[in-house]
């Protein structure tokens, strides 16, 4: 079974940055494709990234030009730099995995998750 776990969560002052790693097991990492969701206290998981198999990567409109989802093949990893971190990015981040070209619209699909890494950014 394909497994996922994200790490480097933490807490940061606004203004910082964290980088998130999330690596994959039992398939081959270059064909899947990943997203980065997260879910703020008291509010519903959100797709803040997505990146597919060969490297296409769309972002939500909140963390545009703070946060850059990239790959590595050769690790087997799926990375989130996060850059200008506002206090609004309080929330717990999951690295999702899934075997299909999913679109932007069919984040509720992913298959594959890790447990989760807690962000928390101070004013």
């Known amino acids: 079974q394909l497994q996922v776990a994200e790490s480097g969560g933490g807490s940061v002052q606004a203004g910082g940055s964290l980088k998130l790693s999330c690596t994959v097991s039992g398939y081959a990492f270059s064909v899947c494709g990943m997203g980065w969701f997260r879910r703020p206290p008291g509010k519903e998981r959100e797709l803040i990234a997505k990146?597919?198999?060969?490297?296409?990567?769309t972002y939500v409109d909140t963390v545009k030009g703070r946060f850059t989802i990239s790959r590595d093949n050769q690790k087997n990893a799926l990375y989130l730099q996060m850059d200008s971190l506002k206090t609004e990015d309080t929330a717990v981040y999951y690295c999702?995995?899934?075997?299909?070209?999913?679109?932007?619209?069919?984040?509720?699909?992913?298959?594959?998750w890790g447990q989760g890494t807690q962000v928390t950014v101070s004013s």
């Open positions: 990146i597919d198999s060969i490297g296409s990567k």
């Open positions: 999702a995995a899934d075997l299909r070209r999913l679109e932007w619209a069919d984040a509720s699909m992913y298959r594959f």
